[in-house]
Every structure is written in C-alpha cells, then in structure tokens.
C-alpha cells in the first residue's frame, strides 16, 4: 500500500514541480555596493533571500545573497538562546532557482530535525514569495557555524553567511582578548557564470576567483578592492575561519604570523600550533593570531588546490593591517611551512574518547561506504542520490519506518537509537575530484581514522562534523552515537557533487521521529503543494 501511495505521489509532484519552485512575480533586479563588513542579526530576526547585482572581484553579476549582501549578514548569538528566524523568499531572477530553503550548518537540532532546512529531505522547498519559519534552541553548542542554501546549488550563487555561537563562559578565553565580528574570515570560491548553467558541465568546474570576507580579484580583473583585518600590536585575536567554498579547500596561512588553533567545526580543542590550515568546503577553525610583528602590513593568503591558484596581482589574499601602518598592499612573503597541519593532533578539550569497543568494526553498526561515478554521478555504494517526490521527514511522518520503505531507493539507512555508528569511506579513484568533505547533519563524530594515518584512535581522535576522506589509499572512519533523532543528511559537501548524487540519508530512530509529531508546526506541512494528497490523506493536522 505505500509503494502504491508513493507511486501516486510522484506522479503528482512531477505534475506539480513547476509550482514548486516558481511561484514569482518578476522584480528588476537590484544593485548593491561593494562588500561592506557584514551587518549583523540576531538568534531573532528575519532573513530575506533576494537577487542583488554585485561586484565582489569586480565583474558584475546577479546574484542569490541573504540580506543582499555576500557573504550574508552574521547571526549572532550566546550560548543557550532560543532560535527564530523566518527566512522570507524573495528571489525573481530566473536564471537561478527561485525556490529555496536554508541549513544552519553544525547545529544538532534536536527534537528540531524539521528546521534543519534540507530541501527533499526535512521540508519541501520555500516557494518564491513565501517565508518560512525556523525555531530552534542551542542549550549546549557554542563555536563557529555558518548557514547555506540547500536547495540545488543555490548557494554556489551566493547564499552562504557566518553563524557564530558565542559562549560566556569560554574554558579558552584566558587565550585571546579580541573576539567579535572584526575577527570572523571566510573563505569562498566565487563563479561568473549562475549555478545552473555550470550544473550542465560534465567533469570539474572551475571558479573565476577566491573571495576573502566577500573580496577578491580575478585574473585579468581590475584591481578591485580588498579586505582588510586590523590588528593594534600587542593583542591576541581569536580569527574564526569559516570555509564557504562550493568545491576547493584553501591552504590559508598569514604571513609571519602562527596560529594557535582552538576549534573545531564547534568543538574546542586542545590548543595546537600551526602556520598553515587546510579548510576543506563547510569546515571551520578558530585560531588565536598574535600580532606580534612590527607594525606594517602583511599577506593574508588563501590558496585553492584547483589548478591556476595564484597570488599574483593580490589573488587569493586579503590584508592584515597594524594599527600605524600605512594604507597599501603589503610586500610581505610566504616563508615555507615548518609547522604543518596535522588533523590527528586535534583533540578535544572536553571529554575526549570515540564511543564504543575500541577496534575497528566493533561498533553496534558498521557500515563501509564504496565511492563511486557512474555517467557522471556520484554514487554510494553503487546508488546516486536523487531527490525523492516528498521529504524523507514527511514519509517517516506519514507511516514509513523502514529503510525498503523510503525513497530514494537505496539511498536511506535506518539506524536503531542509541546505539554506536562506525562509517568507513575509503577514498577511490572512481570518485574523481577529491578530496572529498564529507558532512553529517544532526551530529558531531570522532575522526578514529583520519586521511593520512591508518593508525585508529580511539582516546582522544578529532570531533568536527566535516572530514577529508583524503586521497586513494585512505580509509576515513567515524563513530558516534545515534541519540538525536531525525532523517540526516550525510554528503560530500562539494556542492556540485552533492547536486550530483553524493548523499545518502541516515534515517535514525523513525519510530522516535514520529514520536515528536507533535512538535512539528503546521505551517512546515504547507510548504509542499497545495492539495497535497500525501499530507491531505495521511498527516492531517499537526495540531
């Protein structure tokens, strides 16, 4: 009977797809300033999505920007508040996707799994001139975050922005005496050309520039403008690097300066002492930066592995400038590295320990992942990712329970409650464009095999909740515990390769998912479309 009802189903979305994702009214398209330092919102407060021309490395383009602005406006807030943000879409260019929905990347949402913002799989998109409502609490997570579209590539054409969770009572603030929004960096690739036209390339796509807190340059571009992070000599600045790329990770370092790292992907760790950082797509580090140099201007560098990445003309870089210095580009050079990133010396600083038998395929759960292509997509274990007619939160809601039940076919895992999960994704070949980000929503892991070292760690790996599964060779294995109910998203956090079928759904605990039904708002059930016979014939009222 619920195959017979899917069947249905998706013939009724094909129908209706157009609805979904264009129910606009035309506006001219507006023009914003260049970058300006982000403005900021807090746990409360309104999010407009709109198409904007801007400039970031002075080549004009429309763009799909929250608030107007790239990156968008930093969210700001403390340790333990109550979240409620309504994103409002007002998007009209139609050479980009007009719906849309957002993700608070690294927040666990618990018992919010249906404000998790994953397009087909915690809610139908949020149609063009509709908004959508998030409430979430943070009781337990500070550090740094961020927030994207999920929803096709959208965000590759400019919806990304800073999430910060800051925390009063900071075990590491002894560490730094600045930390505000001067010290917040992100790192992006920036593309010329709308998202969906760049989708139709087969193989790698290439972006026209590296953008530093939404500045950059391009090659044969004009010397446009770029940003500036001021430092008064003497002081210790704690730089939260946020990683908004859509495919590169960048080796970010800073002239004549090391770095102190403190964070994690949200985690604090123990304090460990670099001077270059590899940021993969959707990772973040905060590291503590003395400035403790002459007075002067020195090279702020993020170089992306893609081919051409260069310094030349100001590219890949922005400028950290000494309160006294003069107002030019620096003359600074990158001396080699002599103290290298190594992501199995980061540890935890609070409660530090994998869970479970500390051997190898001794979880409760273990499951092996083969990566592949096939035709140009991903896939896991031999299945690609496609969006399925409803979202898998909706189909669980409706009486699906088991993972034979759920679509896509072949693509969800059911995960029994509380038990220890272990993932193992050995990097291949046949998966080309690596290295590949690898991100799980609703949960922090333990790295116990990280890229690079196939020597498990199970007393104190890494915590994140974006790994590398690095080059052929290695073995990436994770462990964590399923206590946080909900169907999660677990992909390559390269945006084109996720649109590409590198995903899968871990469907946990979905008799404990429809157990909190209650919780779920009646408004989240309106944004499929209207005279929805799943949701008509099989939820009801939320109330």
């Not at 129908?15 to 403005?39: D, E, G, K, M, W």
């Not at 007393?459 to 994770?478: H, Y």
Request: net charge negative; charged share 15%.
């Amino acid at each position: 009977m619920f195959f017979f009802t899917v069947y249905f189903f998706a013939l009724f979305c094909m129908s209706h797809a157009a609805a979904i994702v264009s129910r606009s009214q035309s506006r001219p398209l507006q023009r914003s300033p260049p970058s300006q330092p982000p403005s900021v919102l807090g746990p409360v407060s309104e999010l407009n999505i709109v198409n904007r021309v801007v400039s970031p490395d002075g080549f004009e383009r429309s763009a799909t920007l929250a608030g107007g602005i790239f990156p968008g406006p930093l969210i700001k807030a403390s340790k333990g508040d109550n979240f409620s943000i309504n994103v409002v879409n007002q998007l009209s260019d139609k050479s980009m996707p007009l719906a849309t929905s957002v993700h608070w990347h690294g927040l666990a949402q618990h018992q919010s799994n249906w404000a998790d913002g994953v397009s087909f799989v915690t809610q139908c998109p949020i149609s063009s001139n509709d908004s959508f409502l998030h409430k979430f609490s943070v009781p337990t997570q500070a550090g740094t975050f961020w927030y994207h579209s999920h929803f096709s590539t959208q965000y590759c054409d400019g919806l990304r922005g800073p999430l910060v969770i800051y925390d009063p009572q900071d075990p590491l603030a002894h560490m730094y005496d600045v930390d505000d929004e001067s010290t917040i960096i992100t790192l992006a690739d920036w593309y010329h050309i709308p998202s969906p036209i760049l989708n139709q390339v087969v193989g790698a796509v290439s972006p026209n520039s590296t953008l530093i807190n939404g500045l950059g340059r391009y090659p044969g571009g004009p010397a446009s403008p770029l940003s500036v992070i001021n430092v008064e000599q003497g002081k210790r600045y704690r730089f939260r690097i946020i990683g908004l790329a859509c495919d590169p990770w960048f080796n970010f370092t800073i002239d004549g300066h090391k770095m102190t790292i403190i964070e994690t992907d949200g985690i604090e760790t123990e304090p460990v002492e670099v001077d270059s950082l590899p940021v993969y797509a959707s990772q973040r580090y905060s590291v503590v930066v003395t400035a403790n140099q002459p007075v002067d201007n020195y090279w702020i560098r993020s170089l992306s592995n893609l081919p051409g990445a260069t310094f030349e003309g100001g590219q890949s870089s922005a400028i950290l400038r000494y309160k006294g210095a003069p107002d030019q580009d620096p003359i600074t050079q990158q001396s080699p590295s002599v103290l290298p990133f190594v992501e199995g010396d980061l540890h935890p600083l609070i409660n530090p320990g994998a869970p479970g038998i500390p051997e190898i395929g001794k979880a409760d759960v273990n499951i092996n992942f083969d990566v592949g292509n096939t035709n140009g997509r991903f896939t896991m274990n031999n299945v690609s990712f496609k969006n399925p007619p409803a979202p898998v939160l909706l189909q669980i809601l409706s009486g699906a329970r088991h993972a034979m039940e759920l679509l896509p076919e072949g693509s969800v895992y059911e995960l029994p409650p509380n038990k220890v999960i272990e993932i193992s994704i050995p990097a291949s070949a046949a998966a080309f464009g690596g290295p590949h980000p690898m991100h799980l929503h609703g949960h922090t892991f333990d790295v116990i095999r990280s890229a690079g070292n196939n020597t498990p760690n199970f007393v104190n790996p890494p915590r994140r909740d974006t790994v590398s599964i690095g080059n052929p060779g290695d073995n990436v294995t994770i462990r964590f515990v399923t206590d946080n109910a909900g169907p999660w998203f677990f992909h390559c956090h390269i945006d084109w390769h996720l649109n590409s079928g590198f995903a899968v759904v871990m469907a946990e605990n979905p008799d404990g998912i429809a157990a909190h039904k209650a919780d779920i708002p009646d408004y989240w059930d309106d944004l499929c479309p209207p005279n929805d016979p799943w949701t008509d014939s099989h939820l009801g009222s939320f109330s």
